[in-house]
């Protein structure tokens, strides 16, 4: 389980629950904007015991068990990887986890960012997109990518990113 899974799994907790994030964020002793961040997946720090406060005001548990080989993707540690393949540093999982989350490129990763859209294959970016996309609102880890793109001038290949219905 990633992080972000945990946001989102709280922020459909909450809605499910009919609180709005400043109520949940109130009863649990946390700030609103700490909940938001954790519910978009910007993983603040956030101690244990802040953590399982908020989660047993939503009738939630956190459980400790074996991790699972089950066949998932991979499109997360292929696209890092693909990005990284050219650099000395690396790009991250969680760095770009977080830039398609937020629509921010972190410091020092433009050209990671830009090899991986130019040069991946687009079922790896549409792989991407839809790995990262569960842990978000629909239509938001698209809408960053766009943005991504036009950030770094590397808009050519986004229809073929992005799905059009």
């Known amino acids: 389980?990633?992080?972000?899974?945990?946001?989102?799994?709280?922020?459909?907790?909450?809605?499910?629950?009919?609180?709005?994030?400043?109520?949940?964020?109130?009863?649990?002793?946390?700030s609103r904007v700490t909940l938001n961040q954790l519910e978009r997946g910007v993983f603040p720090e956030l101690g244990a015991r802040k953590l399982q406060a908020l989660l047993e005001h939503l009738g939630l548990t956190l459980a400790i068990q074996p991790a699972q080989r089950a066949r998932r993707s991979d499109a997360i540690r292929v696209a890092a990887t693909t990005a990284s393949?050219?650099?000395?540093?690396?790009?991250?999982?969680?760095?770009?986890?977080?830039?398609?989350?937020?629509?921010?490129?972190?410091?020092?990763?433009?050209?990671?960012?830009?090899?991986?859209?130019?040069?991946?294959?687009?079922?790896?970016?549409?792989?991407?997109?839809?790995?990262?996309?569960?842990?978000?609102?629909?239509?938001?880890?698209?809408?960053?990518?766009?943005?991504?793109?036009?950030?770094i001038g590397a808009t050519e290949r986004i229809q073929e990113w992005i799905k059009s219905d």
């Open 85 to 151: 393949v050219s650099f000395k540093q690396p790009l991250g999982e969680d760095e770009l986890i977080l830039a398609l989350l937020t629509g921010k490129i972190p410091a020092g990763k433009r050209p990671h960012i830009r090899l991986l859209f130019e040069e991946a294959a687009p079922s790896l970016v549409r792989g991407l997109i839809g790995e990262v996309g569960r842990w978000s609102k629909p239509g938001r880890v698209e809408k960053n990518v766009i943005k991504l793109a036009h950030d």
């Open 1 to 30: 389980m990633r992080l972000q899974e945990i946001g989102y799994e709280i922020r459909r907790a909450r809605i499910g629950r009919g609180l709005t994030q400043a109520a949940l964020a109130r009863s649990a002793g946390l």
